[in-house]
């Protein structure tokens, strides 16, 4: 008798122990959890119907990640983190759309059209409000289960979608779009006139996992330079507008590639904790100018206030969105993921841009609601100040 009392108390001292290591581990955590156990464990033996657990465990990671209110911050299932994660590479399955929620938060806006894409192709354009796809309607807190609806594998080329979109709030199209490889070139670039080049970048997409031969923005940035360069170029005009930003490291390689020795950006944690991205000594040394606009947020927003600090161009538009914060992706075990938003970035003088923006040197309006796209060389009144700007430059 006395063995066994004493394994009892051993077993129960072990347990205990355990229990207080998963305390101190989870520390202020720990209620939520063991509530969160508490409800699934109710669930799954009292709920008389069947209880999908893996369901129940996705809902309340993504209600998780929803309460901080911030948009940036959000779980994914398995599926929808390879198609996120997919989603900042240079080629993938789908339409070549991106998504976000209007500015009432009911919607789903097209806000961005991938160039040569079958969207494109359909006629979509960025700003076109999303009310309907193949018949079922989407708002704007269904934006996860659209993006998986809109990407596939290769079995699936060829699949068609009917859009339904709101133009101009007020002419309801019906579209059909066809599932394809989408091959996201985001840098072209043409000469302008003599001695004046031109390149834009839609957006900063690192390489490809799957592909040895993939090109990040920054190699295409610096293949189309070099054209450019063959075609005597002296000067660049270096549009922005309408760039919803991209990866960190690519557009910190492109401004490398711009500035001289110094701090590119630095960013915070909630911490305190202080990382300065630096350039090197080597920079190209050609006049720019930078176009902006409204649309152009978070690694555009980068560059162009690192060029900007710096003085190495003149920036010509209107004030960038405002996105001064850094996500962080998660892998989690299950290979779900999230991402998380945990810093705040600042330009090389130390300036806030996150809900502030950044101000142009020259402030033109665009006086049309057309994305960049969409607007003629002659009647882009950005465009036209930008080389009358850059002709004056040495």
């Given amino acids: 008798m006395e063995t066994k009392k004493l394994i009892g108390i051993t077993a129960a001292a072990t347990a205990a122990g355990v229990l207080l290591i998963i305390a101190i581990l989870l520390g202020p955590c720990l209620k939520p959890v063991l509530k969160m156990a508490y409800v699934a464990r109710i669930l799954e033996h009292e709920y008389?119907?069947?209880?999908?657990?893996?369901?129940?465990?996705?809902?309340?990671?993504?209600?998780?990640?929803?309460?901080?209110?911030?948009?940036?911050?959000?779980?994914?299932?398995?599926?929808?983190?390879?198609?996120?994660?997919?989603?900042?590479?240079?080629?993938?399955?789908?339409?070549?759309?991106?998504?976000?929620?209007?500015?009432?938060?009911?919607?789903?806006?097209?806000?961005?059209?991938?160039?040569?894409?079958?969207?494109?192709?359909?006629?979509?354009?960025?700003?076109?409000?999303?009310?309907?796809?193949?018949?079922?309607?989407?708002?704007?807190?269904?934006?996860?289960?659209?993006?998986?609806?809109?990407?596939?594998?290769?079995?699936?080329?060829?699949?068609?979608?009917?859009?339904?979109?709101?133009?101009?709030?007020?002419?309801?199209?019906?579209?059909?779009?066809?599932?394809?490889?989408?091959?996201?070139?985001?840098?072209?670039?043409?000469?302008?006139?003599?001695?004046?080049?031109?390149?834009?970048?839609?957006?900063?997409?690192?390489?490809?996992?799957?592909?040895?031969?993939?090109?990040?923005?920054?190699?295409?940035?610096?293949?189309?330079?070099?054209?450019?360069?063959?075609?005597?170029?002296?000067?660049?005009?270096?549009?922005?507008?309408?760039?919803?930003?991209g990866d960190l490291e690519v557009v910190s390689d492109i401004a490398d590639y711009f500035l001289p020795r110094g701090i590119i950006t630095y960013t915070e944690t909630k911490q305190g904790k202080r990382r300065d991205i630096e350039s090197d000594a080597y920079c190209v040394n050609f006049p720019m100018v930078v176009l902006i606009n409204g649309n152009s947020a978070s690694a555009s927003e980068v560059l162009t206030a690192a060029l900007k600090d710096y003085e190495r161009a003149t920036i010509v538009g209107e004030t960038s969105f405002g996105k001064g914060i850094v996500q962080t992706i998660f892998m989690l075990p299950d290979h779900s993921g999230m991402s998380v938003t945990t810093a705040q970035y600042f330009s090389p003088k130390g300036n806030q841009i996150h809900k502030i923006g950044i101000e142009p040197d020259v402030v033109v309006a665009s006086g049309t609601d057309l994305p960049v796209s969409q607007i003629p060389e002659s009647e882009d009144v950005q465009l036209q100040k930008a080389i009358e700007l850059i002709r004056t430059k040495e």
């Fill in 48 to 245: 008389y119907f069947d209880a999908d657990m893996e369901s129940l465990t996705d809902y309340a990671l993504s209600g998780m990640a929803i309460s901080t209110e911030d948009p940036y911050t959000n779980y994914y299932p398995e599926d929808y983190f390879s198609d996120y994660m997919e989603n900042h590479e240079n080629s993938y399955l789908g339409v070549g759309i991106v998504v976000g929620a209007d500015e009432r938060a009911e919607h789903l806006e097209i806000m961005s059209v991938t160039p040569d894409s079958p969207a494109e192709r359909a006629g979509l354009l960025a700003g076109d409000l999303i009310l309907s796809v193949d018949g079922t309607e989407y708002s704007a807190d269904d934006m996860d289960e659209l993006v998986k609806k809109l990407r596939g594998e290769r079995e699936d080329i060829g699949t068609m979608f009917e859009f339904l979109i709101l133009r101009n709030q007020q002419d309801k199209i019906l579209l059909d779009v066809e599932m394809n490889v989408v091959e996201k070139d985001t840098v072209r670039g043409k000469m302008l006139e003599e001695g004046i080049g031109y390149l834009r970048i839609t957006g900063f997409d690192r390489k490809d996992s799957h592909d040895e031969e993939a090109k990040d923005t920054y190699d295409e940035l610096l293949q189309e330079e070099e054209k450019l360069r063959d075609k005597g170029m002296k000067k660049l005009i270096l549009d922005l507008r309408d760039n919803p930003g």
